[in-house]
C-alpha cells in the first residue's frame, strides 16, 4: 500500500514537472508580448490563490479580505523602489517587509478571531482590509491615493521575457515548498480541522495554532506574489486593495479545485483567461464589459454543484472509474470462476 | 450646542439606516446560522430601484413601498436557490452569497451604470426646521422616524404575535421548535424576507440622504453592518439597534472631530468588543 502511494505520488509529480517545463518552453517557441504579460498574471494570481487555497482548501478558513495582504505586497514594492531607487536589492527588501508587515497582521487578525467561529474570520479580514483600502486612500503623501504612481524597475523586471521567467520559476519553486508544507505532519492536522474540526480537537490537537500559522503562512505568500505584481505593472493604486483582488483568489481556487494547490494553478489560468477573452468580447455587446456576471455565475454554480471543482472533479471521475472497473473485475471473475465450477 | 444636536441627528439617521440592514443581518443569523454577504447587494437593489421608481412616478411613497417589493422578490430568490441548497454547511454559505452579491452588484451596473446615480428628496421632505437657531434638516428627521417606526413594528411582531414567538423560540432551540411540529423552514423562508425588505428600505431612504448611489455602497454599508452585528451580538435585535445608534453616533462625531479616524473608531470598537467579549453586547450566541 505503501508503495503504492510512493508511486502515484512520484507519477504525479512527473506530471507536474511535464506541466512546468512546457511552460518554461512556451516563450521559445511562441514570442508574443501579450502572452507574456497575460502568463506572468496567470503566475502570480496562482501564487495568491495557492496561498488562498492553503486556507480554504486545506483548513477550511474562509477569508473574505485576504486580498489586503497582496495589496501590502504591492505596495511595499512600490513605494521602496519609488523611494530608494529601482534596485534588485530594493525589490527583495520591498518584498521582505511586506513578508514581516503581513506576517504581523495576519497573527493579529488569527490570534483575535479564530478562536471564534468561521465568520467572524470572514467578517474582521473583510473589515480590517476595507479598513486598509482607507489609509491607502487617505494617506497621499505615501500613497498618491486612489491615482496611485509609477515607479522604475530594475531591467530584469521590466524585460517581460525575463520577468516571465521569476515568475514561473517563483510559482513552480512556491508550489513544491507549499506541497511539502501540506503533506508534512503539520499539514495533515490541517487538513484534518477542516475535515472535523471537533474530532482534530478531542485528538488533543491546540485547533487555534494550527489555524494561527496557516493564517500567517498564507497571508505571507499573498504578499509576496502582491511584490511580483507591483513589479509586473510598474504601478501602484488603491485597486489592489479592492475585494475584487480577494474574489479573484476566490473564484481562482473554487473552480480550479480546493484543497489541491494545483487547482489554484489551473483556476488562475481559467480565470484570466476568461477575463482576457470576455473582456475583449466587449465590442460585440457592451454587458461582456461587466464579465465579472458571467464569473459570478460560473462560481455559483461551482459552488453549489461542483464544490470540489476542475482537479477535484477529475480525480473523482478517476476513482470513481477505477472503481468500476474493479467491480467489473470483480464479476469477470467471479462468472468465470462459475464456469470453471 | 447646535452642532452637537445637528451631529447627534445625523448619527442617529445614519445608524438608523444602518439598522435596517443589521436587523435582517443578525435575525437571519439567529435563526438560520446564515451569514448573509448577500444583503448590502439587497440594499443596494432598494437604493437603485427606489430612485428608479421615484423617477418615474414622482412618488416617494411608492418608491419605497416598490424598493421594499424588489428587495423581497430578489431575496426570494436568493433563499430558494442560493441558501436552501447548501442548508446547513457554513462555509458554503458565507462563499454562496458572496457569489450572490458579486452578481447583484454587477446586475446594478448592467442595468443603470457603472458611474454614480444622483437621488433627489422629495419636494416636502426638503428643507429643514429651525428651532430657536437650531436648524434640523427635515429628511434626517423623517429617516429617525421610520426608523424608530419599524423598530418598534419589528418589536411588536416579535413580542406580541404566534410568528414572532416561534421566531425567538427558533433563535434559542430550533431543533425543539421543529419537534414541536412547527416548519421551520416556512419561518426561515419567512424570516429572511423580512430582513430583505428591511434592507430594501433602508436602500431605499439613504439614497436621498446622500444624494448620490453607486453599486458599490452595498458592500459599503454591509460592512458597517457586519461591524454593527458583531457588536451588538448575533442574533439579538435590541443589541443591533444599540450597536447602530453608537455606531453611527460615534462616526458622526468622529468625522467631524477627528475625521482621520472615522473609519477607525468603529473597527476599534469592534476589535474591543472581540477581545473582551466575542459575543456581543446583548449576544447569546458565540
Not at chain 2, 440592514?21 to 451569514?35: D, N, Y
Request: hydrophobic share 55%.
Amino acid at each position: 500500500m505503501i508503495m503504492m502511494v510512493r508511486k502515484a505520488g512520484s507519477l504525479q509529480t512527473r506530471l507536474f514537472l511535464v506541466f512546468f517545463l512546457s511552460l518554461a518552453i512556451l516563450p521559445l517557441i511562441y514570442d508574443s508580448r501579450s502572452l507574456y504579460i497575460l502568463c506572468t498574471q496567470i503566475f502570480i494570481f496562482a501564487i495568491f490563490a495557492m496561498s488562498y487555497d492553503l486556507l480554504l482548501g486545506y483548513t477550511g478558513i474562509v477569508s473574505f479580505g485576504h486580498g489586503m495582504f497582496f495589496g501590502i505586497g504591492a505596495y511595499s514594492v512600490a513605494i521602496f523602489m519609488k523611494n530608494f531607487g529601482a534596485t534588485t536589492g530594493n525589490f527583495l527588501f520591498g518584498i521582505l517587509v511586506a513578508v514581516v508587515i503581513a506576517a504581523i497582521i495576519s497573527y493579529a487578525i488569527g490570534m483575535l478571531s479564530l478562536r471564534l467561529k468561521s465568520h467572524f474570520y470572514a467578517m474582521l479580514t473583510l473589515a480590517v482590509s476595507q479598513l486598509l483600502f482607507v489609509v491607502a486612500e487617505k494617506w497621499r503623501s505615501l500613497t498618491a491615493g486612489g491615482d496611485g504612481f509609477t515607479f522604475s524597475v530594475p531591467d530584469f523586471i521590466r524585460d517581460r521575457f525575463s520577468f516571465y521567467y521569476v515568475c514561473l520559476l517563483a510559482m513552480i519553486v512556491l508550489f513544491f515548498v507549499l506541497r511539502h508544507f501540506v503533506q508534512s505532519p503539520l499539514g495533515k492536522v490541517l487538513k484534518a480541522i477542516g475535515q472535523n474540526e471537533q474530532r482534530a480537537e478531542a485528538l488533543g490537537y491546540q485547533i487555534i495554532n494550527y489555524k494561527v500559522i496557516v493564517s500567517v503562512v498564507a497571508g505571507v505568500i499573498a504578499a509576496i506574489s502582491g511584490g511580483l505584481y507591483a513589479g509586473m505593472l510598474r504601478f501602484v493604486n488603491t485597486t489592489v486593495f479592492s475585494i475584487e483582488i480577494t474574489l479573484d483568489a476566490l473564484l481562482m481556487t473554487m473552480i480550479g479545485g480546493i484543497g489541491t494547490l494545483f487547482g489554484s494553478i489551473l483556476g488562475s489560468g481559467v480565470v484570466e483567461i476568461a477575463h482576457d477573452g470576455l473582456t475583449s468580447l466587449a465590442k460585440v455587446h457592451p454587458i461582456f464589459e461587466r464579465w465579472i456576471i458571467f464569473m459570478g455565475l460560473l462560481y455559483i454554480v461551482v459552488v453549489l454543484i461542483f464544490p470540489s471543482g476542475i482537479t477535484g472533479s477529475f480525480n473523482n471521475w478517476l476513482e470513481q472509474r477505477k472503481k468500476v472497473r474493479m467491480q467489473q473485475k470483480e464479476i469477470q471473475m467471479e462468472e468465470a470462476g462459475k464456469k470453471a465450477g | 450646542m447646535d452642532v452637537i444636536i445637528n451631529l447627534l441627528v445625523n448619527g442617529l439617521a445614519t445608524g438608523m439606516l444602518i439598522f435596517l440592514l443589521a436587523a435582517g443581518l443578525t435575525l437571519i443569523f439567529g435563526l438560520m446560522s446564515v451569514l448573509n454577504f448577500a444583503h448590502g447587494g439587497l440594499f443596494a437593489w432598494g437604493a437603485f430601484g427606489g430612485v428608479w421608481i421615484f423617477g418615474l412616478t414622482g412618488s416617494f411613497l411608492l418608491s419605497m413601498a416598490g424598493a421594499i417589493v424588489i428587495g423581497m422578490l430578489i431575496g426570494l430568490i436568493l433563499e430558494r436557490f442560493l441558501i436552501r441548497p447548501v442548508y446547513g454547511d457554513h462555509i458554503q454559505q458565507l462563499l454562496v452569497t458572496l457569489g450572490g452579491m458579486l452578481v447583484l452588484s454587477e446586475l446594478l451596473k448592467v442595468f443603470w451604470s457603472p458611474n454614480p446615480i444622483p437621488a433627489a428628496v422629495p419636494s416636502y421632505l426638503q428643507g429643514s426646521f429651525d428651532f430657536g437657531g437650531i436648524i434640523l434638516i427635515k429628511y434626517r428627521l423623517f429617516v429617525i422616524l421610520v426608523g424608530v417606526l419599524i423598530y418598534i413594528a419589528l418589536h411588536l411582531l416579535l413580542t406580541k404575535t404566534r410568528l414572532g414567538l416561534i421566531v425567538r423560540a427558533g433563535v434559542i432551540d430550533k431543533e425543539m421548535v421543529q419537534a414541536l411540529g412547527i416548519n421551520i423552514k416556512q419561518v426561515f423562508t419567512f424570516v429572511f424576507l423580512l430582513g430583505a425588505g428591511m434592507a430594501a428600505l433602508g436602500g431605499s431612504l439613504l439614497a436621498p440622504y446622500s444624494g448620490v448611489i453607486f453599486a458599490e455602497m452595498g458592500m459599503q454599508y454591509a460592512i458597517l453592518a457586519f461591524i454593527v452585528v458583531i457588536i451588538g451580538g448575533m442574533g439579538s435585535v435590541p443589541g443591533s439597534a444599540v450597536a447602530a445608534l453608537l455606531v453611527g453616533v460615534l462616526g458622526s462625531f468622529m468625522a467631524y472631530f477627528v475625521p482621520e479616524l472615522s473609519l477607525a473608531v468603529n473597527m476599534l470598537l469592534m476589535l474591543f468588543v472581540l477581545l473582551v467579549k466575542p459575543s456581543g453586547l446583548f449576544g447569546a450566541k458565540g
